[in-house]
C-alpha cells in the first residue's frame, strides 16, 4: 500500500511538474491593464474593405462578409489587400492563428507600397510564424523604408496566450509621432520618429495587406523546418479589421494627405491618445518586452558592426 501511495504521489507529482513546464512554455500570462484603442474605431466588413490580392480560391469570406478565412496549401497561399491607401493611421485586426504543426507558415498583417514603390517601398510588418513540435507562433514586427530590406528593424516576441484557440487583435498605430506595435491592446514595441534620422521612418502611403503564405526558406529556425503539407489546409481567420487613416488620393493634384496639404490636419491619430503612450501603456510594454521578446536588432552585434542611430 505504501508502495501504491509513494506511486499515485510521484505521477502527481510529475503531472504537476509536467503542467509546470507547458504552461512555462507557453508563457500563458496575463498581462496588466491597457486602454483598449481599438474600442476607439469602427469595424469595416472585409468585402467593404479589401480586394483579392492573391490565391482567390482560397480565400473564403463569412459572417455576412465580417471574416475572412485565408488558407495555404500546396498550391497556393492567399492574400487579401486593402481597396485604399492610407497616409498615417490605426490599422488592426483580429486573427486566429492555424492550429497544429505549422513551421514555414507566415500569417501577416502589415502595411507596404511594394507595387508603386517595387524599389524604394517602405513596409510596416506584423508577421506570425508558425511553430515546429518544439515551438510556440511567435511575433515578429519590422519597420524600414526606402527599400532597404537588408537593414530591417525587427524585433520578435512570444505571445502569453494560445494564438490559435480564438481570435486575438493585432494592431499598428502609424503618425507623425511614432509607430507602435500592439497585441491585444499591449503595445509590445514603439518606435519613436526623429527628425535626426528621418530616412529610417515609412514616409509614403501604404496599403494594408493580409495575408498566408509559404515561408519554408527562412521563417522558422532560418528555414530548417519547412511547411509540410501533410497538415495542410492552414486556416488564417481574420475578423473585427479597423483601418482608420488618411486616405491618399493618387488623383489629386495635391493629396488631402500630403505634407504639403497638412498631414496632421488630416491624421486622425494626433490626439492625446496617440501622441505619445501613456503611462499604463509605457508599463505593459515594459512588461512584454522583459517577459516575451527574444530577439531585438539593436542587440544583434553579428550583424550591425555599428549599431543603427536609434539603438543608441
Not at 481599438?38 to 490565391?55: A, C, E, K
Not at 486556416?235 to 493629396?255: L, P, Q, R, T, Y
Not at 501613456?278 to 530577439?295: G, N, P, T
Request: net charge neutral; hydrophobic share 35%; charged share 15%.
Amino acid at each position: 500500500m505504501a508502495f501504491l501511495q509513494e506511486r499515485i504521489l510521484f505521477s502527481g507529482l510529475l503531472i504537476f511538474c509536467m503542467t509546470a513546464v507547458v504552461s512555462s512554455r507557453n508563457r500563458y500570462y496575463t498581462p496588466p491593464p491597457v486602454t483598449h484603442l481599438t474600442d476607439y474605431f469602427p469595424h469595416l466588413s472585409i468585402d467593404q474593405g479589401f480586394s483579392n490580392f492573391f490565391g482567390g480560391s482560397n480565400i473564403q469570406l463569412t459572417g455576412n462578409g465580417s471574416v475572412a478565412n485565408l488558407a495555404l496549401d500546396k498550391s497556393a497561399g492567399s492574400g487579401l489587400v486593402s481597396k485604399n491607401k492610407y497616409y498615417y493611421g490605426f490599422f488592426s485586426a483580429a486573427i486566429k492563428l492555424p492550429s497544429g504543426l505549422s513551421s514555414g507558415v507566415v500569417v501577416a498583417f502589415y502595411l507596404s507600397n511594394a507595387d508603386i514603390f517595387p524599389h524604394t517601398h517602405d513596409e510596416i510588418d506584423i508577421e506570425l510564424l508558425g511553430h515546429d513540435k518544439r515551438n510556440d507562433w511567435v511575433i515578429q514586427t519590422n519597420i524600414y523604408a526606402n527599400g532597404s530590406v537588408s537593414t530591417g528593424r525587427e524585433e520578435k516576441f512570444y505571445l502569453w496566450f494560445d494564438p490559435t484557440e480564438e481570435h486575438h487583435q493585432y494592431s499598428i498605430i502609424w503618425n507623425n509621432h511614432h509607430t507602435v506595435f500592439l497585441v491585444d491592446n499591449i503595445p509590445v514595441r514603439e518606435f519613436r520618429h526623429n527628425s535626426a534620422f528621418p530616412s529610417v521612418y515609412p514616409s509614403k502611403p501604404m496599403s494594408i495587406y493580409a495575408t498566408i503564405w509559404d515561408g519554408s526558406q527562412w521563417a522558422t529556425h532560418g528555414g530548417k523546418y519547412p511547411v509540410n503539407y501533410k497538415y495542410a489546409p492552414f486556416v488564417a481567420s481574420f475578423a473585427d479589421v479597423e483601418m482608420s487613416g488618411c486616405i491618399w488620393n493618387s488623383k489629386g493634384s495635391v493629396s488631402s494627405c500630403s505634407k504639403a496639404a497638412g498631414v496632421s490636419s488630416s491624421d486622425p491619430l494626433e490626439g492625446q491618445a496617440f501622441v505619445r503612450l501613456s503611462e499604463q501603456q509605457m508599463v505593459a510594454m515594459d512588461w512584454a518586452r522583459r517577459k516575451l521578446m527574444f530577439y531585438s536588432y539593436c542587440k544583434d552585434s553579428s550583424r550591425f558592426k555599428i549599431l543603427p542611430p536609434e539603438c543608441k
